[in-house]
């Protein structure tokens, strides 16, 4: 049973939600086995006339054979198969600083030139991830809040009279309301060039918020803290 494209307690989980009521949609959301898999599983069950109660008290062997037995075209189950193989490289991968799943994708393709286009890919890999996809609405009035933090990541640029490279602060501005960004790269994170970045960010959105929000920059906070943090003036 090496060739097995999906492992039993998946199927178990999905004979268990369809009994329970669930639509296949659903089952796939829940489950991360592709709906047309789930279709294919489940017209087998209806062809062998058996009930959801009797499949699920089968063994594993036993139900591997009821339901694998010319249930899936051989080159679905290979990509299948191939998938599940690769998916622990993208999830160890995904962790890490500037992969993103466009570039998996290319990889993927290069060991799998018959794989998943780049929108299954990324639905497969959306279906498997074990974190939730959890969001939250903060309320923002227009014009109230700019937001301003510097990025994790560091670009370089060159001098043109030089040729010397050099490493830069990468400043990004936002207006949460209207989602309007400024970004500028700046030789350091030095209270000059920070200053100069607000600057020319609100020359770019031609007004002044309420509100400045900043994280804890060294440029802008001495002294972090929940109620009265000191401000660097």
């Keep these: 049973m090496a060739n097995k494209p999906i492992k039993m307690q998946r199927i178990r989980q999905v004979l268990l939600l369809t009994q329970q009521g669930y639509s296949r ?3 796939a959301q ?30 594993d062997q036993a139900l591997s054979e009821l339901l694998w037995e010319d249930s899936i075209p051989d080159g679905d189950m290979r990509r299948q198969a191939e998938f599940e193989a690769f998916y622990p490289y993208i999830e160890k991968e995904l962790t890490r600083l500037g992969v993103t799943r466009y ?11 018959d794989g998943y286009r780049y929108s299954q890919f990324c ?8 974190a939730p996809d959890v969001s939250m609405v903060m309320p923002c009035i227009a014009g109230e809040i700019m937001q301003v933090d510097f990025a994790g990541s560091k670009l370089s640029w060159c001098d ?13 501005v936002t ?6 960004d400024f970004v500028k790269v700046l030789r350091s994170q030095r209270q000059e060039d920070f200053i100069d970045g607000l600057r020319s960010a609100l020359e770019y959105f031609n007004g002044v918020p309420q509100c400045l929000r900043i994280d804890n920059l060294k440029s ?13 003036t």
């Design 30 to 59: 829940m489950t991360g086995v592709h709906r047309s898999v789930i279709n294919r599983y489940l017209a087998k069950c209806d062809t062998n006339l058996v009930s959801y109660d009797e499949l699920l008290a089968l063994s």
């Design 160 to 172: 043109p009279d030089t040729g010397e490279v050099h490493q830069g602060e990468v400043l990004i």
């Design 220 to 232: 802008g906070v001495i002294k972090a803290n929940r109620y009265e943090p000191t401000f660097n």
């Design 123 to 130: 639905d497969l890999i959306l279906r498997r991830s074990k």
């Design 103 to 113: 570039l998996l994708h290319r990889v993927y393709l290069e060991k799998y030139p």
């Design 25 to 27: 949609r659903k089952v």
């Design 175 to 180: 207006f949460p309301y209207s989602g309007m």
